[in-house]
């Protein structure tokens, strides 16, 4: 793709993210991630009624007169977009595919983050870090950041959500948001997301497609693994070879959903073929109400 047409589709969803971050997501963002500590701000001298605890007695002692230490919540924020590029992400049957659903809703949080002066940083991986960008501020930035995401071209088709987490937990030496988006089918990187959890701030994007969660009846039907290129003959004509592949997905996402709520890990369950404004809208709701 030439470079003229690759910034004319960068440019297209940076309008159209950016008129929901002014219109809808900019004031729930600001609203339910916040700076966490206190920062040093200014001394003044002392006043009748402050506390006196906060005389800064070096300074006091040098001038001769009480000064007291100022401090202000700590508000800029560090975003870290985790992207998950491995096979089963460029799958889609409806509207879009999983790649394209995680390129749009890391446009979106990371043009929240710049409104709020916040810093954007990018690890994309699939079972190897493919690609990393230490966190910056700024548009042209943030510009980057999402064209890497919509053309990025991985090495490898494999999954290992440990190994992404691993490398979050090694290079983000301090507290950030992190939105991991993947579809979460993977197994082994419990630990590493507690780990991560504990460390940083972590919302569980969980992207899905309708064609993975039921299977329709077209007969026989030769599928090929995307992430290990393994091929399978079905017969989906079989009512009981669609309903055990329907329980067996429902379990999965049950399973998922109480390990992630077990561990206090925010998250979000979007599908391709649905809008993902009213999914995040209410987790901003509940998440505002339980941080009140």
């Known amino acids: 793709m030439e470079v003229k047409e690759i910034l004319k589709n960068v440019r297209q969803i940076e309008l159209r993210t950016r008129k929901l971050v002014n219109e809808v997501f900019s004031g729930e963002y600001l609203s339910v991630f916040k700076g966490r500590g206190m920062e040093f701000a200014e001394v003044r001298e002392y006043q009748p009624g402050d506390d006196v605890r906060s005389i800064d007695w ?11 230490k100022r401090f202000q919540e700590e508000r800029e ?6 992207i998950d590029r491995s096979g089963s992400e460029n799958f889609g049957t409806k509207n879009r595919k999983k790649e394209q659903l995680a390129a749009e809703l890391s446009a979106l949080f990371a043009f929240s983050a710049i409104k709020n002066n916040d810093r954007v940083g990018l690890i994309i ?3 190897h870090v493919e690609q990393y960008i230490p966190p910056r501020k700024g548009k042209g930035h943030v510009l980057r950041v999402i064209r890497e995401i919509m053309y990025f071209q991985p090495e490898n088709k494999r999954t290992s959500l440990k190994t992404g987490l691993e490398f979050l937990n090694k290079v983000a030496k301090r507290h950030s948001i992190v939105f991991l988006i993947s579809d979460f089918m993977d197994k082994g990187y419990e630990k590493a997301l507690q780990i991560a959890n504990r460390r940083h701030d972590v919302v569980g994007l969980v992207l899905s497609d309708p064609r993975e969660n039921e299977m329709t009846d077209v007969g026989l039907l030769s599928l090929e693994d995307a992430e290990t290129g393994e091929g399978l003959l079905i017969d989906t004509s079989d009512f009981n070879v669609r309903n055990a592949f329907k329980d067996r997905r429902n379990e999965e996402m049950e399973n998922l959903k109480k390990f992630l709520s077990r561990n206090c890990v925010d998250n979000i369950f979007l599908s391709t073929d649905e809008s993902y404004i009213k999914p995040l809208i209410s987790f901003f709701k509940k998440r505002r109400l339980r941080f009140r």
């Open 58 to 68: 070096n300074v006091t002692a040098r001038t001769g007169k009480p000064f007291i």
């Open 125 to 127: 991986f699939t079972d």
């Open 77 to 82: 924020l560090t975003v870290m977009l985790l």
